[in-house]
């Protein structure tokens, strides 16, 4: 037994993986032609798995502020915000974050995937209960387990079982930690919000709501669903990435507690690792006054996902839930949806291959993300591949 030996296992999916020529978790763009379009394997492709929701990475002024800041700031923080300092960016970015919410405060951290990492692992400890929809994304759970919380999964998207397994904490209830997506990354399906909220006010408890799919997507500014459903009071903390609408990279925490700030000091996922550079600050700054600006674009957004939507729809694919920017398509196995996948590629359109454990139930899932850049005639074309590849009953 070598340390490398619990490798194998992968070693052979992988190799399963490349029977079909192109690794799917390793594909190559080899050219970035716009926020919809890419080179693959030489071919002219458009690209409906980006997460690119309101195709803000080759905004005009969202490239201006970063190339500003460069020049003036440098490539890089080169370390931490509590060693090295924090440049007047971070801090602005965090004002502004917190103003776009209506909200006392907010941290900055270097990915989505920290922001949870640093806040739930800072929050809860192990005295500390956590429910956790059982969709939540990985880096909640990685949260929780780095807090090393006592963490309760209740069923997805089902107020009632939150309800029930509330109940049976008894007093412990108003301590305990609610963490919920507010559009789920795989099947794109929105939650219960209000209902949850209502089982918060009826057992308390605090909620953290990640808006990571939600952010630019919903809400009047484009907040996300809490703000759609006019429940951001009612949410104690709201986190969210500038990696998918924002067209950046980096994450965030804003809330209305005091206690908010001392989470800096105590997060080793914030303090332990160096804070975004300056140029990633500047573009996130300018694509947060786009997004709130943004109706048109959600409008865009949104009809592109209808479009989609629909038309998978009326092909008879099964899809994973209600129209939202990720549309997912059910495949019962997995060596069926690994070729789907490729047979896509190959007509021009690159979306996700997700399969377990990443996804809910097993599921085997081809998952597409619409943007508000798509023209109609992408949508199309996407729509078109898989017309083509219409598995015959
Ligand atoms: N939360 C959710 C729900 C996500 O889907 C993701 C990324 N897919 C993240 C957090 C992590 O965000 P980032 O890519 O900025 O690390």
């Known amino acids: 037994m070598s340390i490398f030996s619990k490798f194998d296992a992968l070693a052979a999916n992988r190799r399963d993986l490349e029977t079909i020529g192109i690794n799917p978790f390793d594909v190559q763009i080899e050219t970035i032609v716009s926020p919809t379009e890419g080179i693959i394997q030489g071919r002219h492709t458009i690209l409906a798995g980006t997460n690119n929701y309101l195709g803000l990475t080759f905004d005009p002024e969202c490239i201006a502020a970063a190339q500003t800041a460069l020049r003036y700031e440098g ?5 931490s915000r509590m ?3 924090s440049y007047s960016g971070h801090r602005n970015l965090e004002k502004e974050l917190a103003a776009f919410y209506g909200k006392r405060d907010s941290i900055v951290f270097s990915t989505g995937y920290l922001a949870n990492l640093g806040m739930l692992s800072t929050l809860v400890g192990p005295n500390d209960r956590v429910l956790l929809d059982a969709d939540c994304h990985a880096s909640i759970y990685d949260g929780c387990r780095l807090g090393r919380a006592q963490t309760i999964r209740f069923r997805h998207n089902n107020p009632d079982d939150l309800a029930k397994r ?10 305990t930690l609610i963490l919920i997506e507010g559009v789920y990354s795989m099947l794109g399906d929105h939650a ?3 209902e949850i909220v209502d089982v918060k006010r009826q057992y308390g408890g605090y909620l953290l709501v990640d808006e990571a799919h939600s952010l630019g997507v919903l809400g009047q500014h484009g907040g996300g669903l809490a703000e759609e459903l006019g429940l951001l009071d009612d949410v104690d903390f709201i986190v969210g990435t500038f990696s998918k609408s924002l067209g950046g990279a980096g994450g965030f925490c804003v809330s209305n507690h005091v206690e908010l700030d001392l989470i800096r000091y105590a997060s080793r996922p ?5 804070s975004p550079s300056p140029v990633t600050i500047a573009s996130t700054r300018q694509a947060l006054r786009a997004l709130s600006a943004g109706s048109d674009l959600r409008k865009k957004l949104h009809e592109n996902a209808v479009s989609l939507h629909s038309k998978l729809e009326a092909l008879g694919y099964p899809l994973g839930a209600e129209a939202s920017p990720v549309i997912a398509v059910v495949f019962d196995d997995k060596i069926k949806a690994l070729q789907f996948w490729n047979n896509l590629l190959q007509l021009g359109v690159y979306v996700n291959l997700m399969l377990p454990p990443a996804t809910p139930n097993g599921m085997f899932l081809i998952r597409c993300s619409v943007s508000a850049a798509h023209t109609s005639e992408q949508i199309d074309r996407i729509v078109a591949a898989f017309e083509r590849l219409k598995p015959t009953a």
């Open 75 to 79: 490539t890089g923080t080169t370390g």
């Open 166 to 175: 509330l109940q049976r904490l008894g007093e412990q209830a108003a301590d």
């Open 270 to 274: 914030y303090v332990f690792t160096a």
């Open 83 to 85: 060693a090295n300092g």
């Open 192 to 194: 219960l919000l209000k």
